[in-house]
T-cell receptor, first 115, second 112 residues
């Protein structure tokens, strides 16, 4: 069974703090993704990565950065948290290759509140 | 960029009804179409994936179809149950491998 874990379910931070959200997958997947989910806006892709040390910008990368030092771990970094980054953050992974292998597996999410 | 629209945004039905959730996308050059389920406060769970060369996929009481020419997909749920209550999201992949575009979801409530 594929397992994607996220370091925290709930997180409260103050404006201006540096925030790290960690995601780990145990299925040796090449692809990893970070989304945020907001009511009325749906899921929006922040960053994704096809392999170690690789990263690609999604639709809303501003204010975020990522790190992929190991294949199983993909970190999302909020350099200076702001209140408009209060959201649900979802991590996902998928194997490389097309067709049925493209199924994405999601973690349980981290609900971040920035005060 | 692929735009994905889901209709209706919310649906409330009595137990036992057969129902259809709709998804439309703007770019017919879609490679895969995937349906997910999301329970409140949780992550997404993949239900069905239809490859671009296929027309439909079935899993238990769920059947998903894909019509690339019209830019539509439907998720059919037979004999709905209260446990089916959740938000259902549709996603499509364009030319970038692995990159999905999501609709905003249909929130389904099935009452006993």
């Amino acid at each position: 069974d594929v397992k994607v874990t996220q370091s925290s379910r709930y997180l409260v931070k103050r404006t201006g703090e540096k925030v790290f959200l960690e995601c780990v997958q145990d299925m040796d997947h090449e692809n990893m993704f970070w989304y945020r989910q907001d009511p009325g806006l749906g899921l929006r892709l922040i960053y994704f990565s096809y392999d170690v040390k690789m990263k690609e910008k999604g639709d809303i990368p501003e204010g975020y950065s990522v790190s992929r030092e190991k294949k199983e771990r993909f970190s999302l970094i909020l350099e200076s948290a702001s209140t408009n980054q209060t959201s649900m953050y979802l991590c996902a992974s998928s194997p490389r290759g097309g067709g049925r292998r493209e199924t994405q597996y999601f973690g349980p999410g981290t609900r971040l509140l920035v005060l | 960029k692929q735009e994905v629209t889901q209709i209706p945004a919310a649906l409330s039905v009595p137990e036992g009804e057969n129902l259809v959730l709709n998804c439309s996308f703007t770019d017919s050059a879609i490679y895969n179409l995937q349906w997910f389920r999301q329970d409140p406060g949780k992550g997404l769970t993949s239900l069905l994936l239809i490859q671009s060369s296929q027309r439909e996929q079935t899993s238990g009481r769920l059947n998903a179809s894909l019509d690339k020419s019209s830019g539509r997909s439907t998720l059919y749920i037979a004999a709905s149950q209260p446990g089916d209550s959740a938000t259902y999201l549709c996603s499509g992949r364009g030319s970038t491998l692995g990159r999905l575009y999501f609709g905003r979801g249909t929130q389904l409530t099935v009452w006993p």
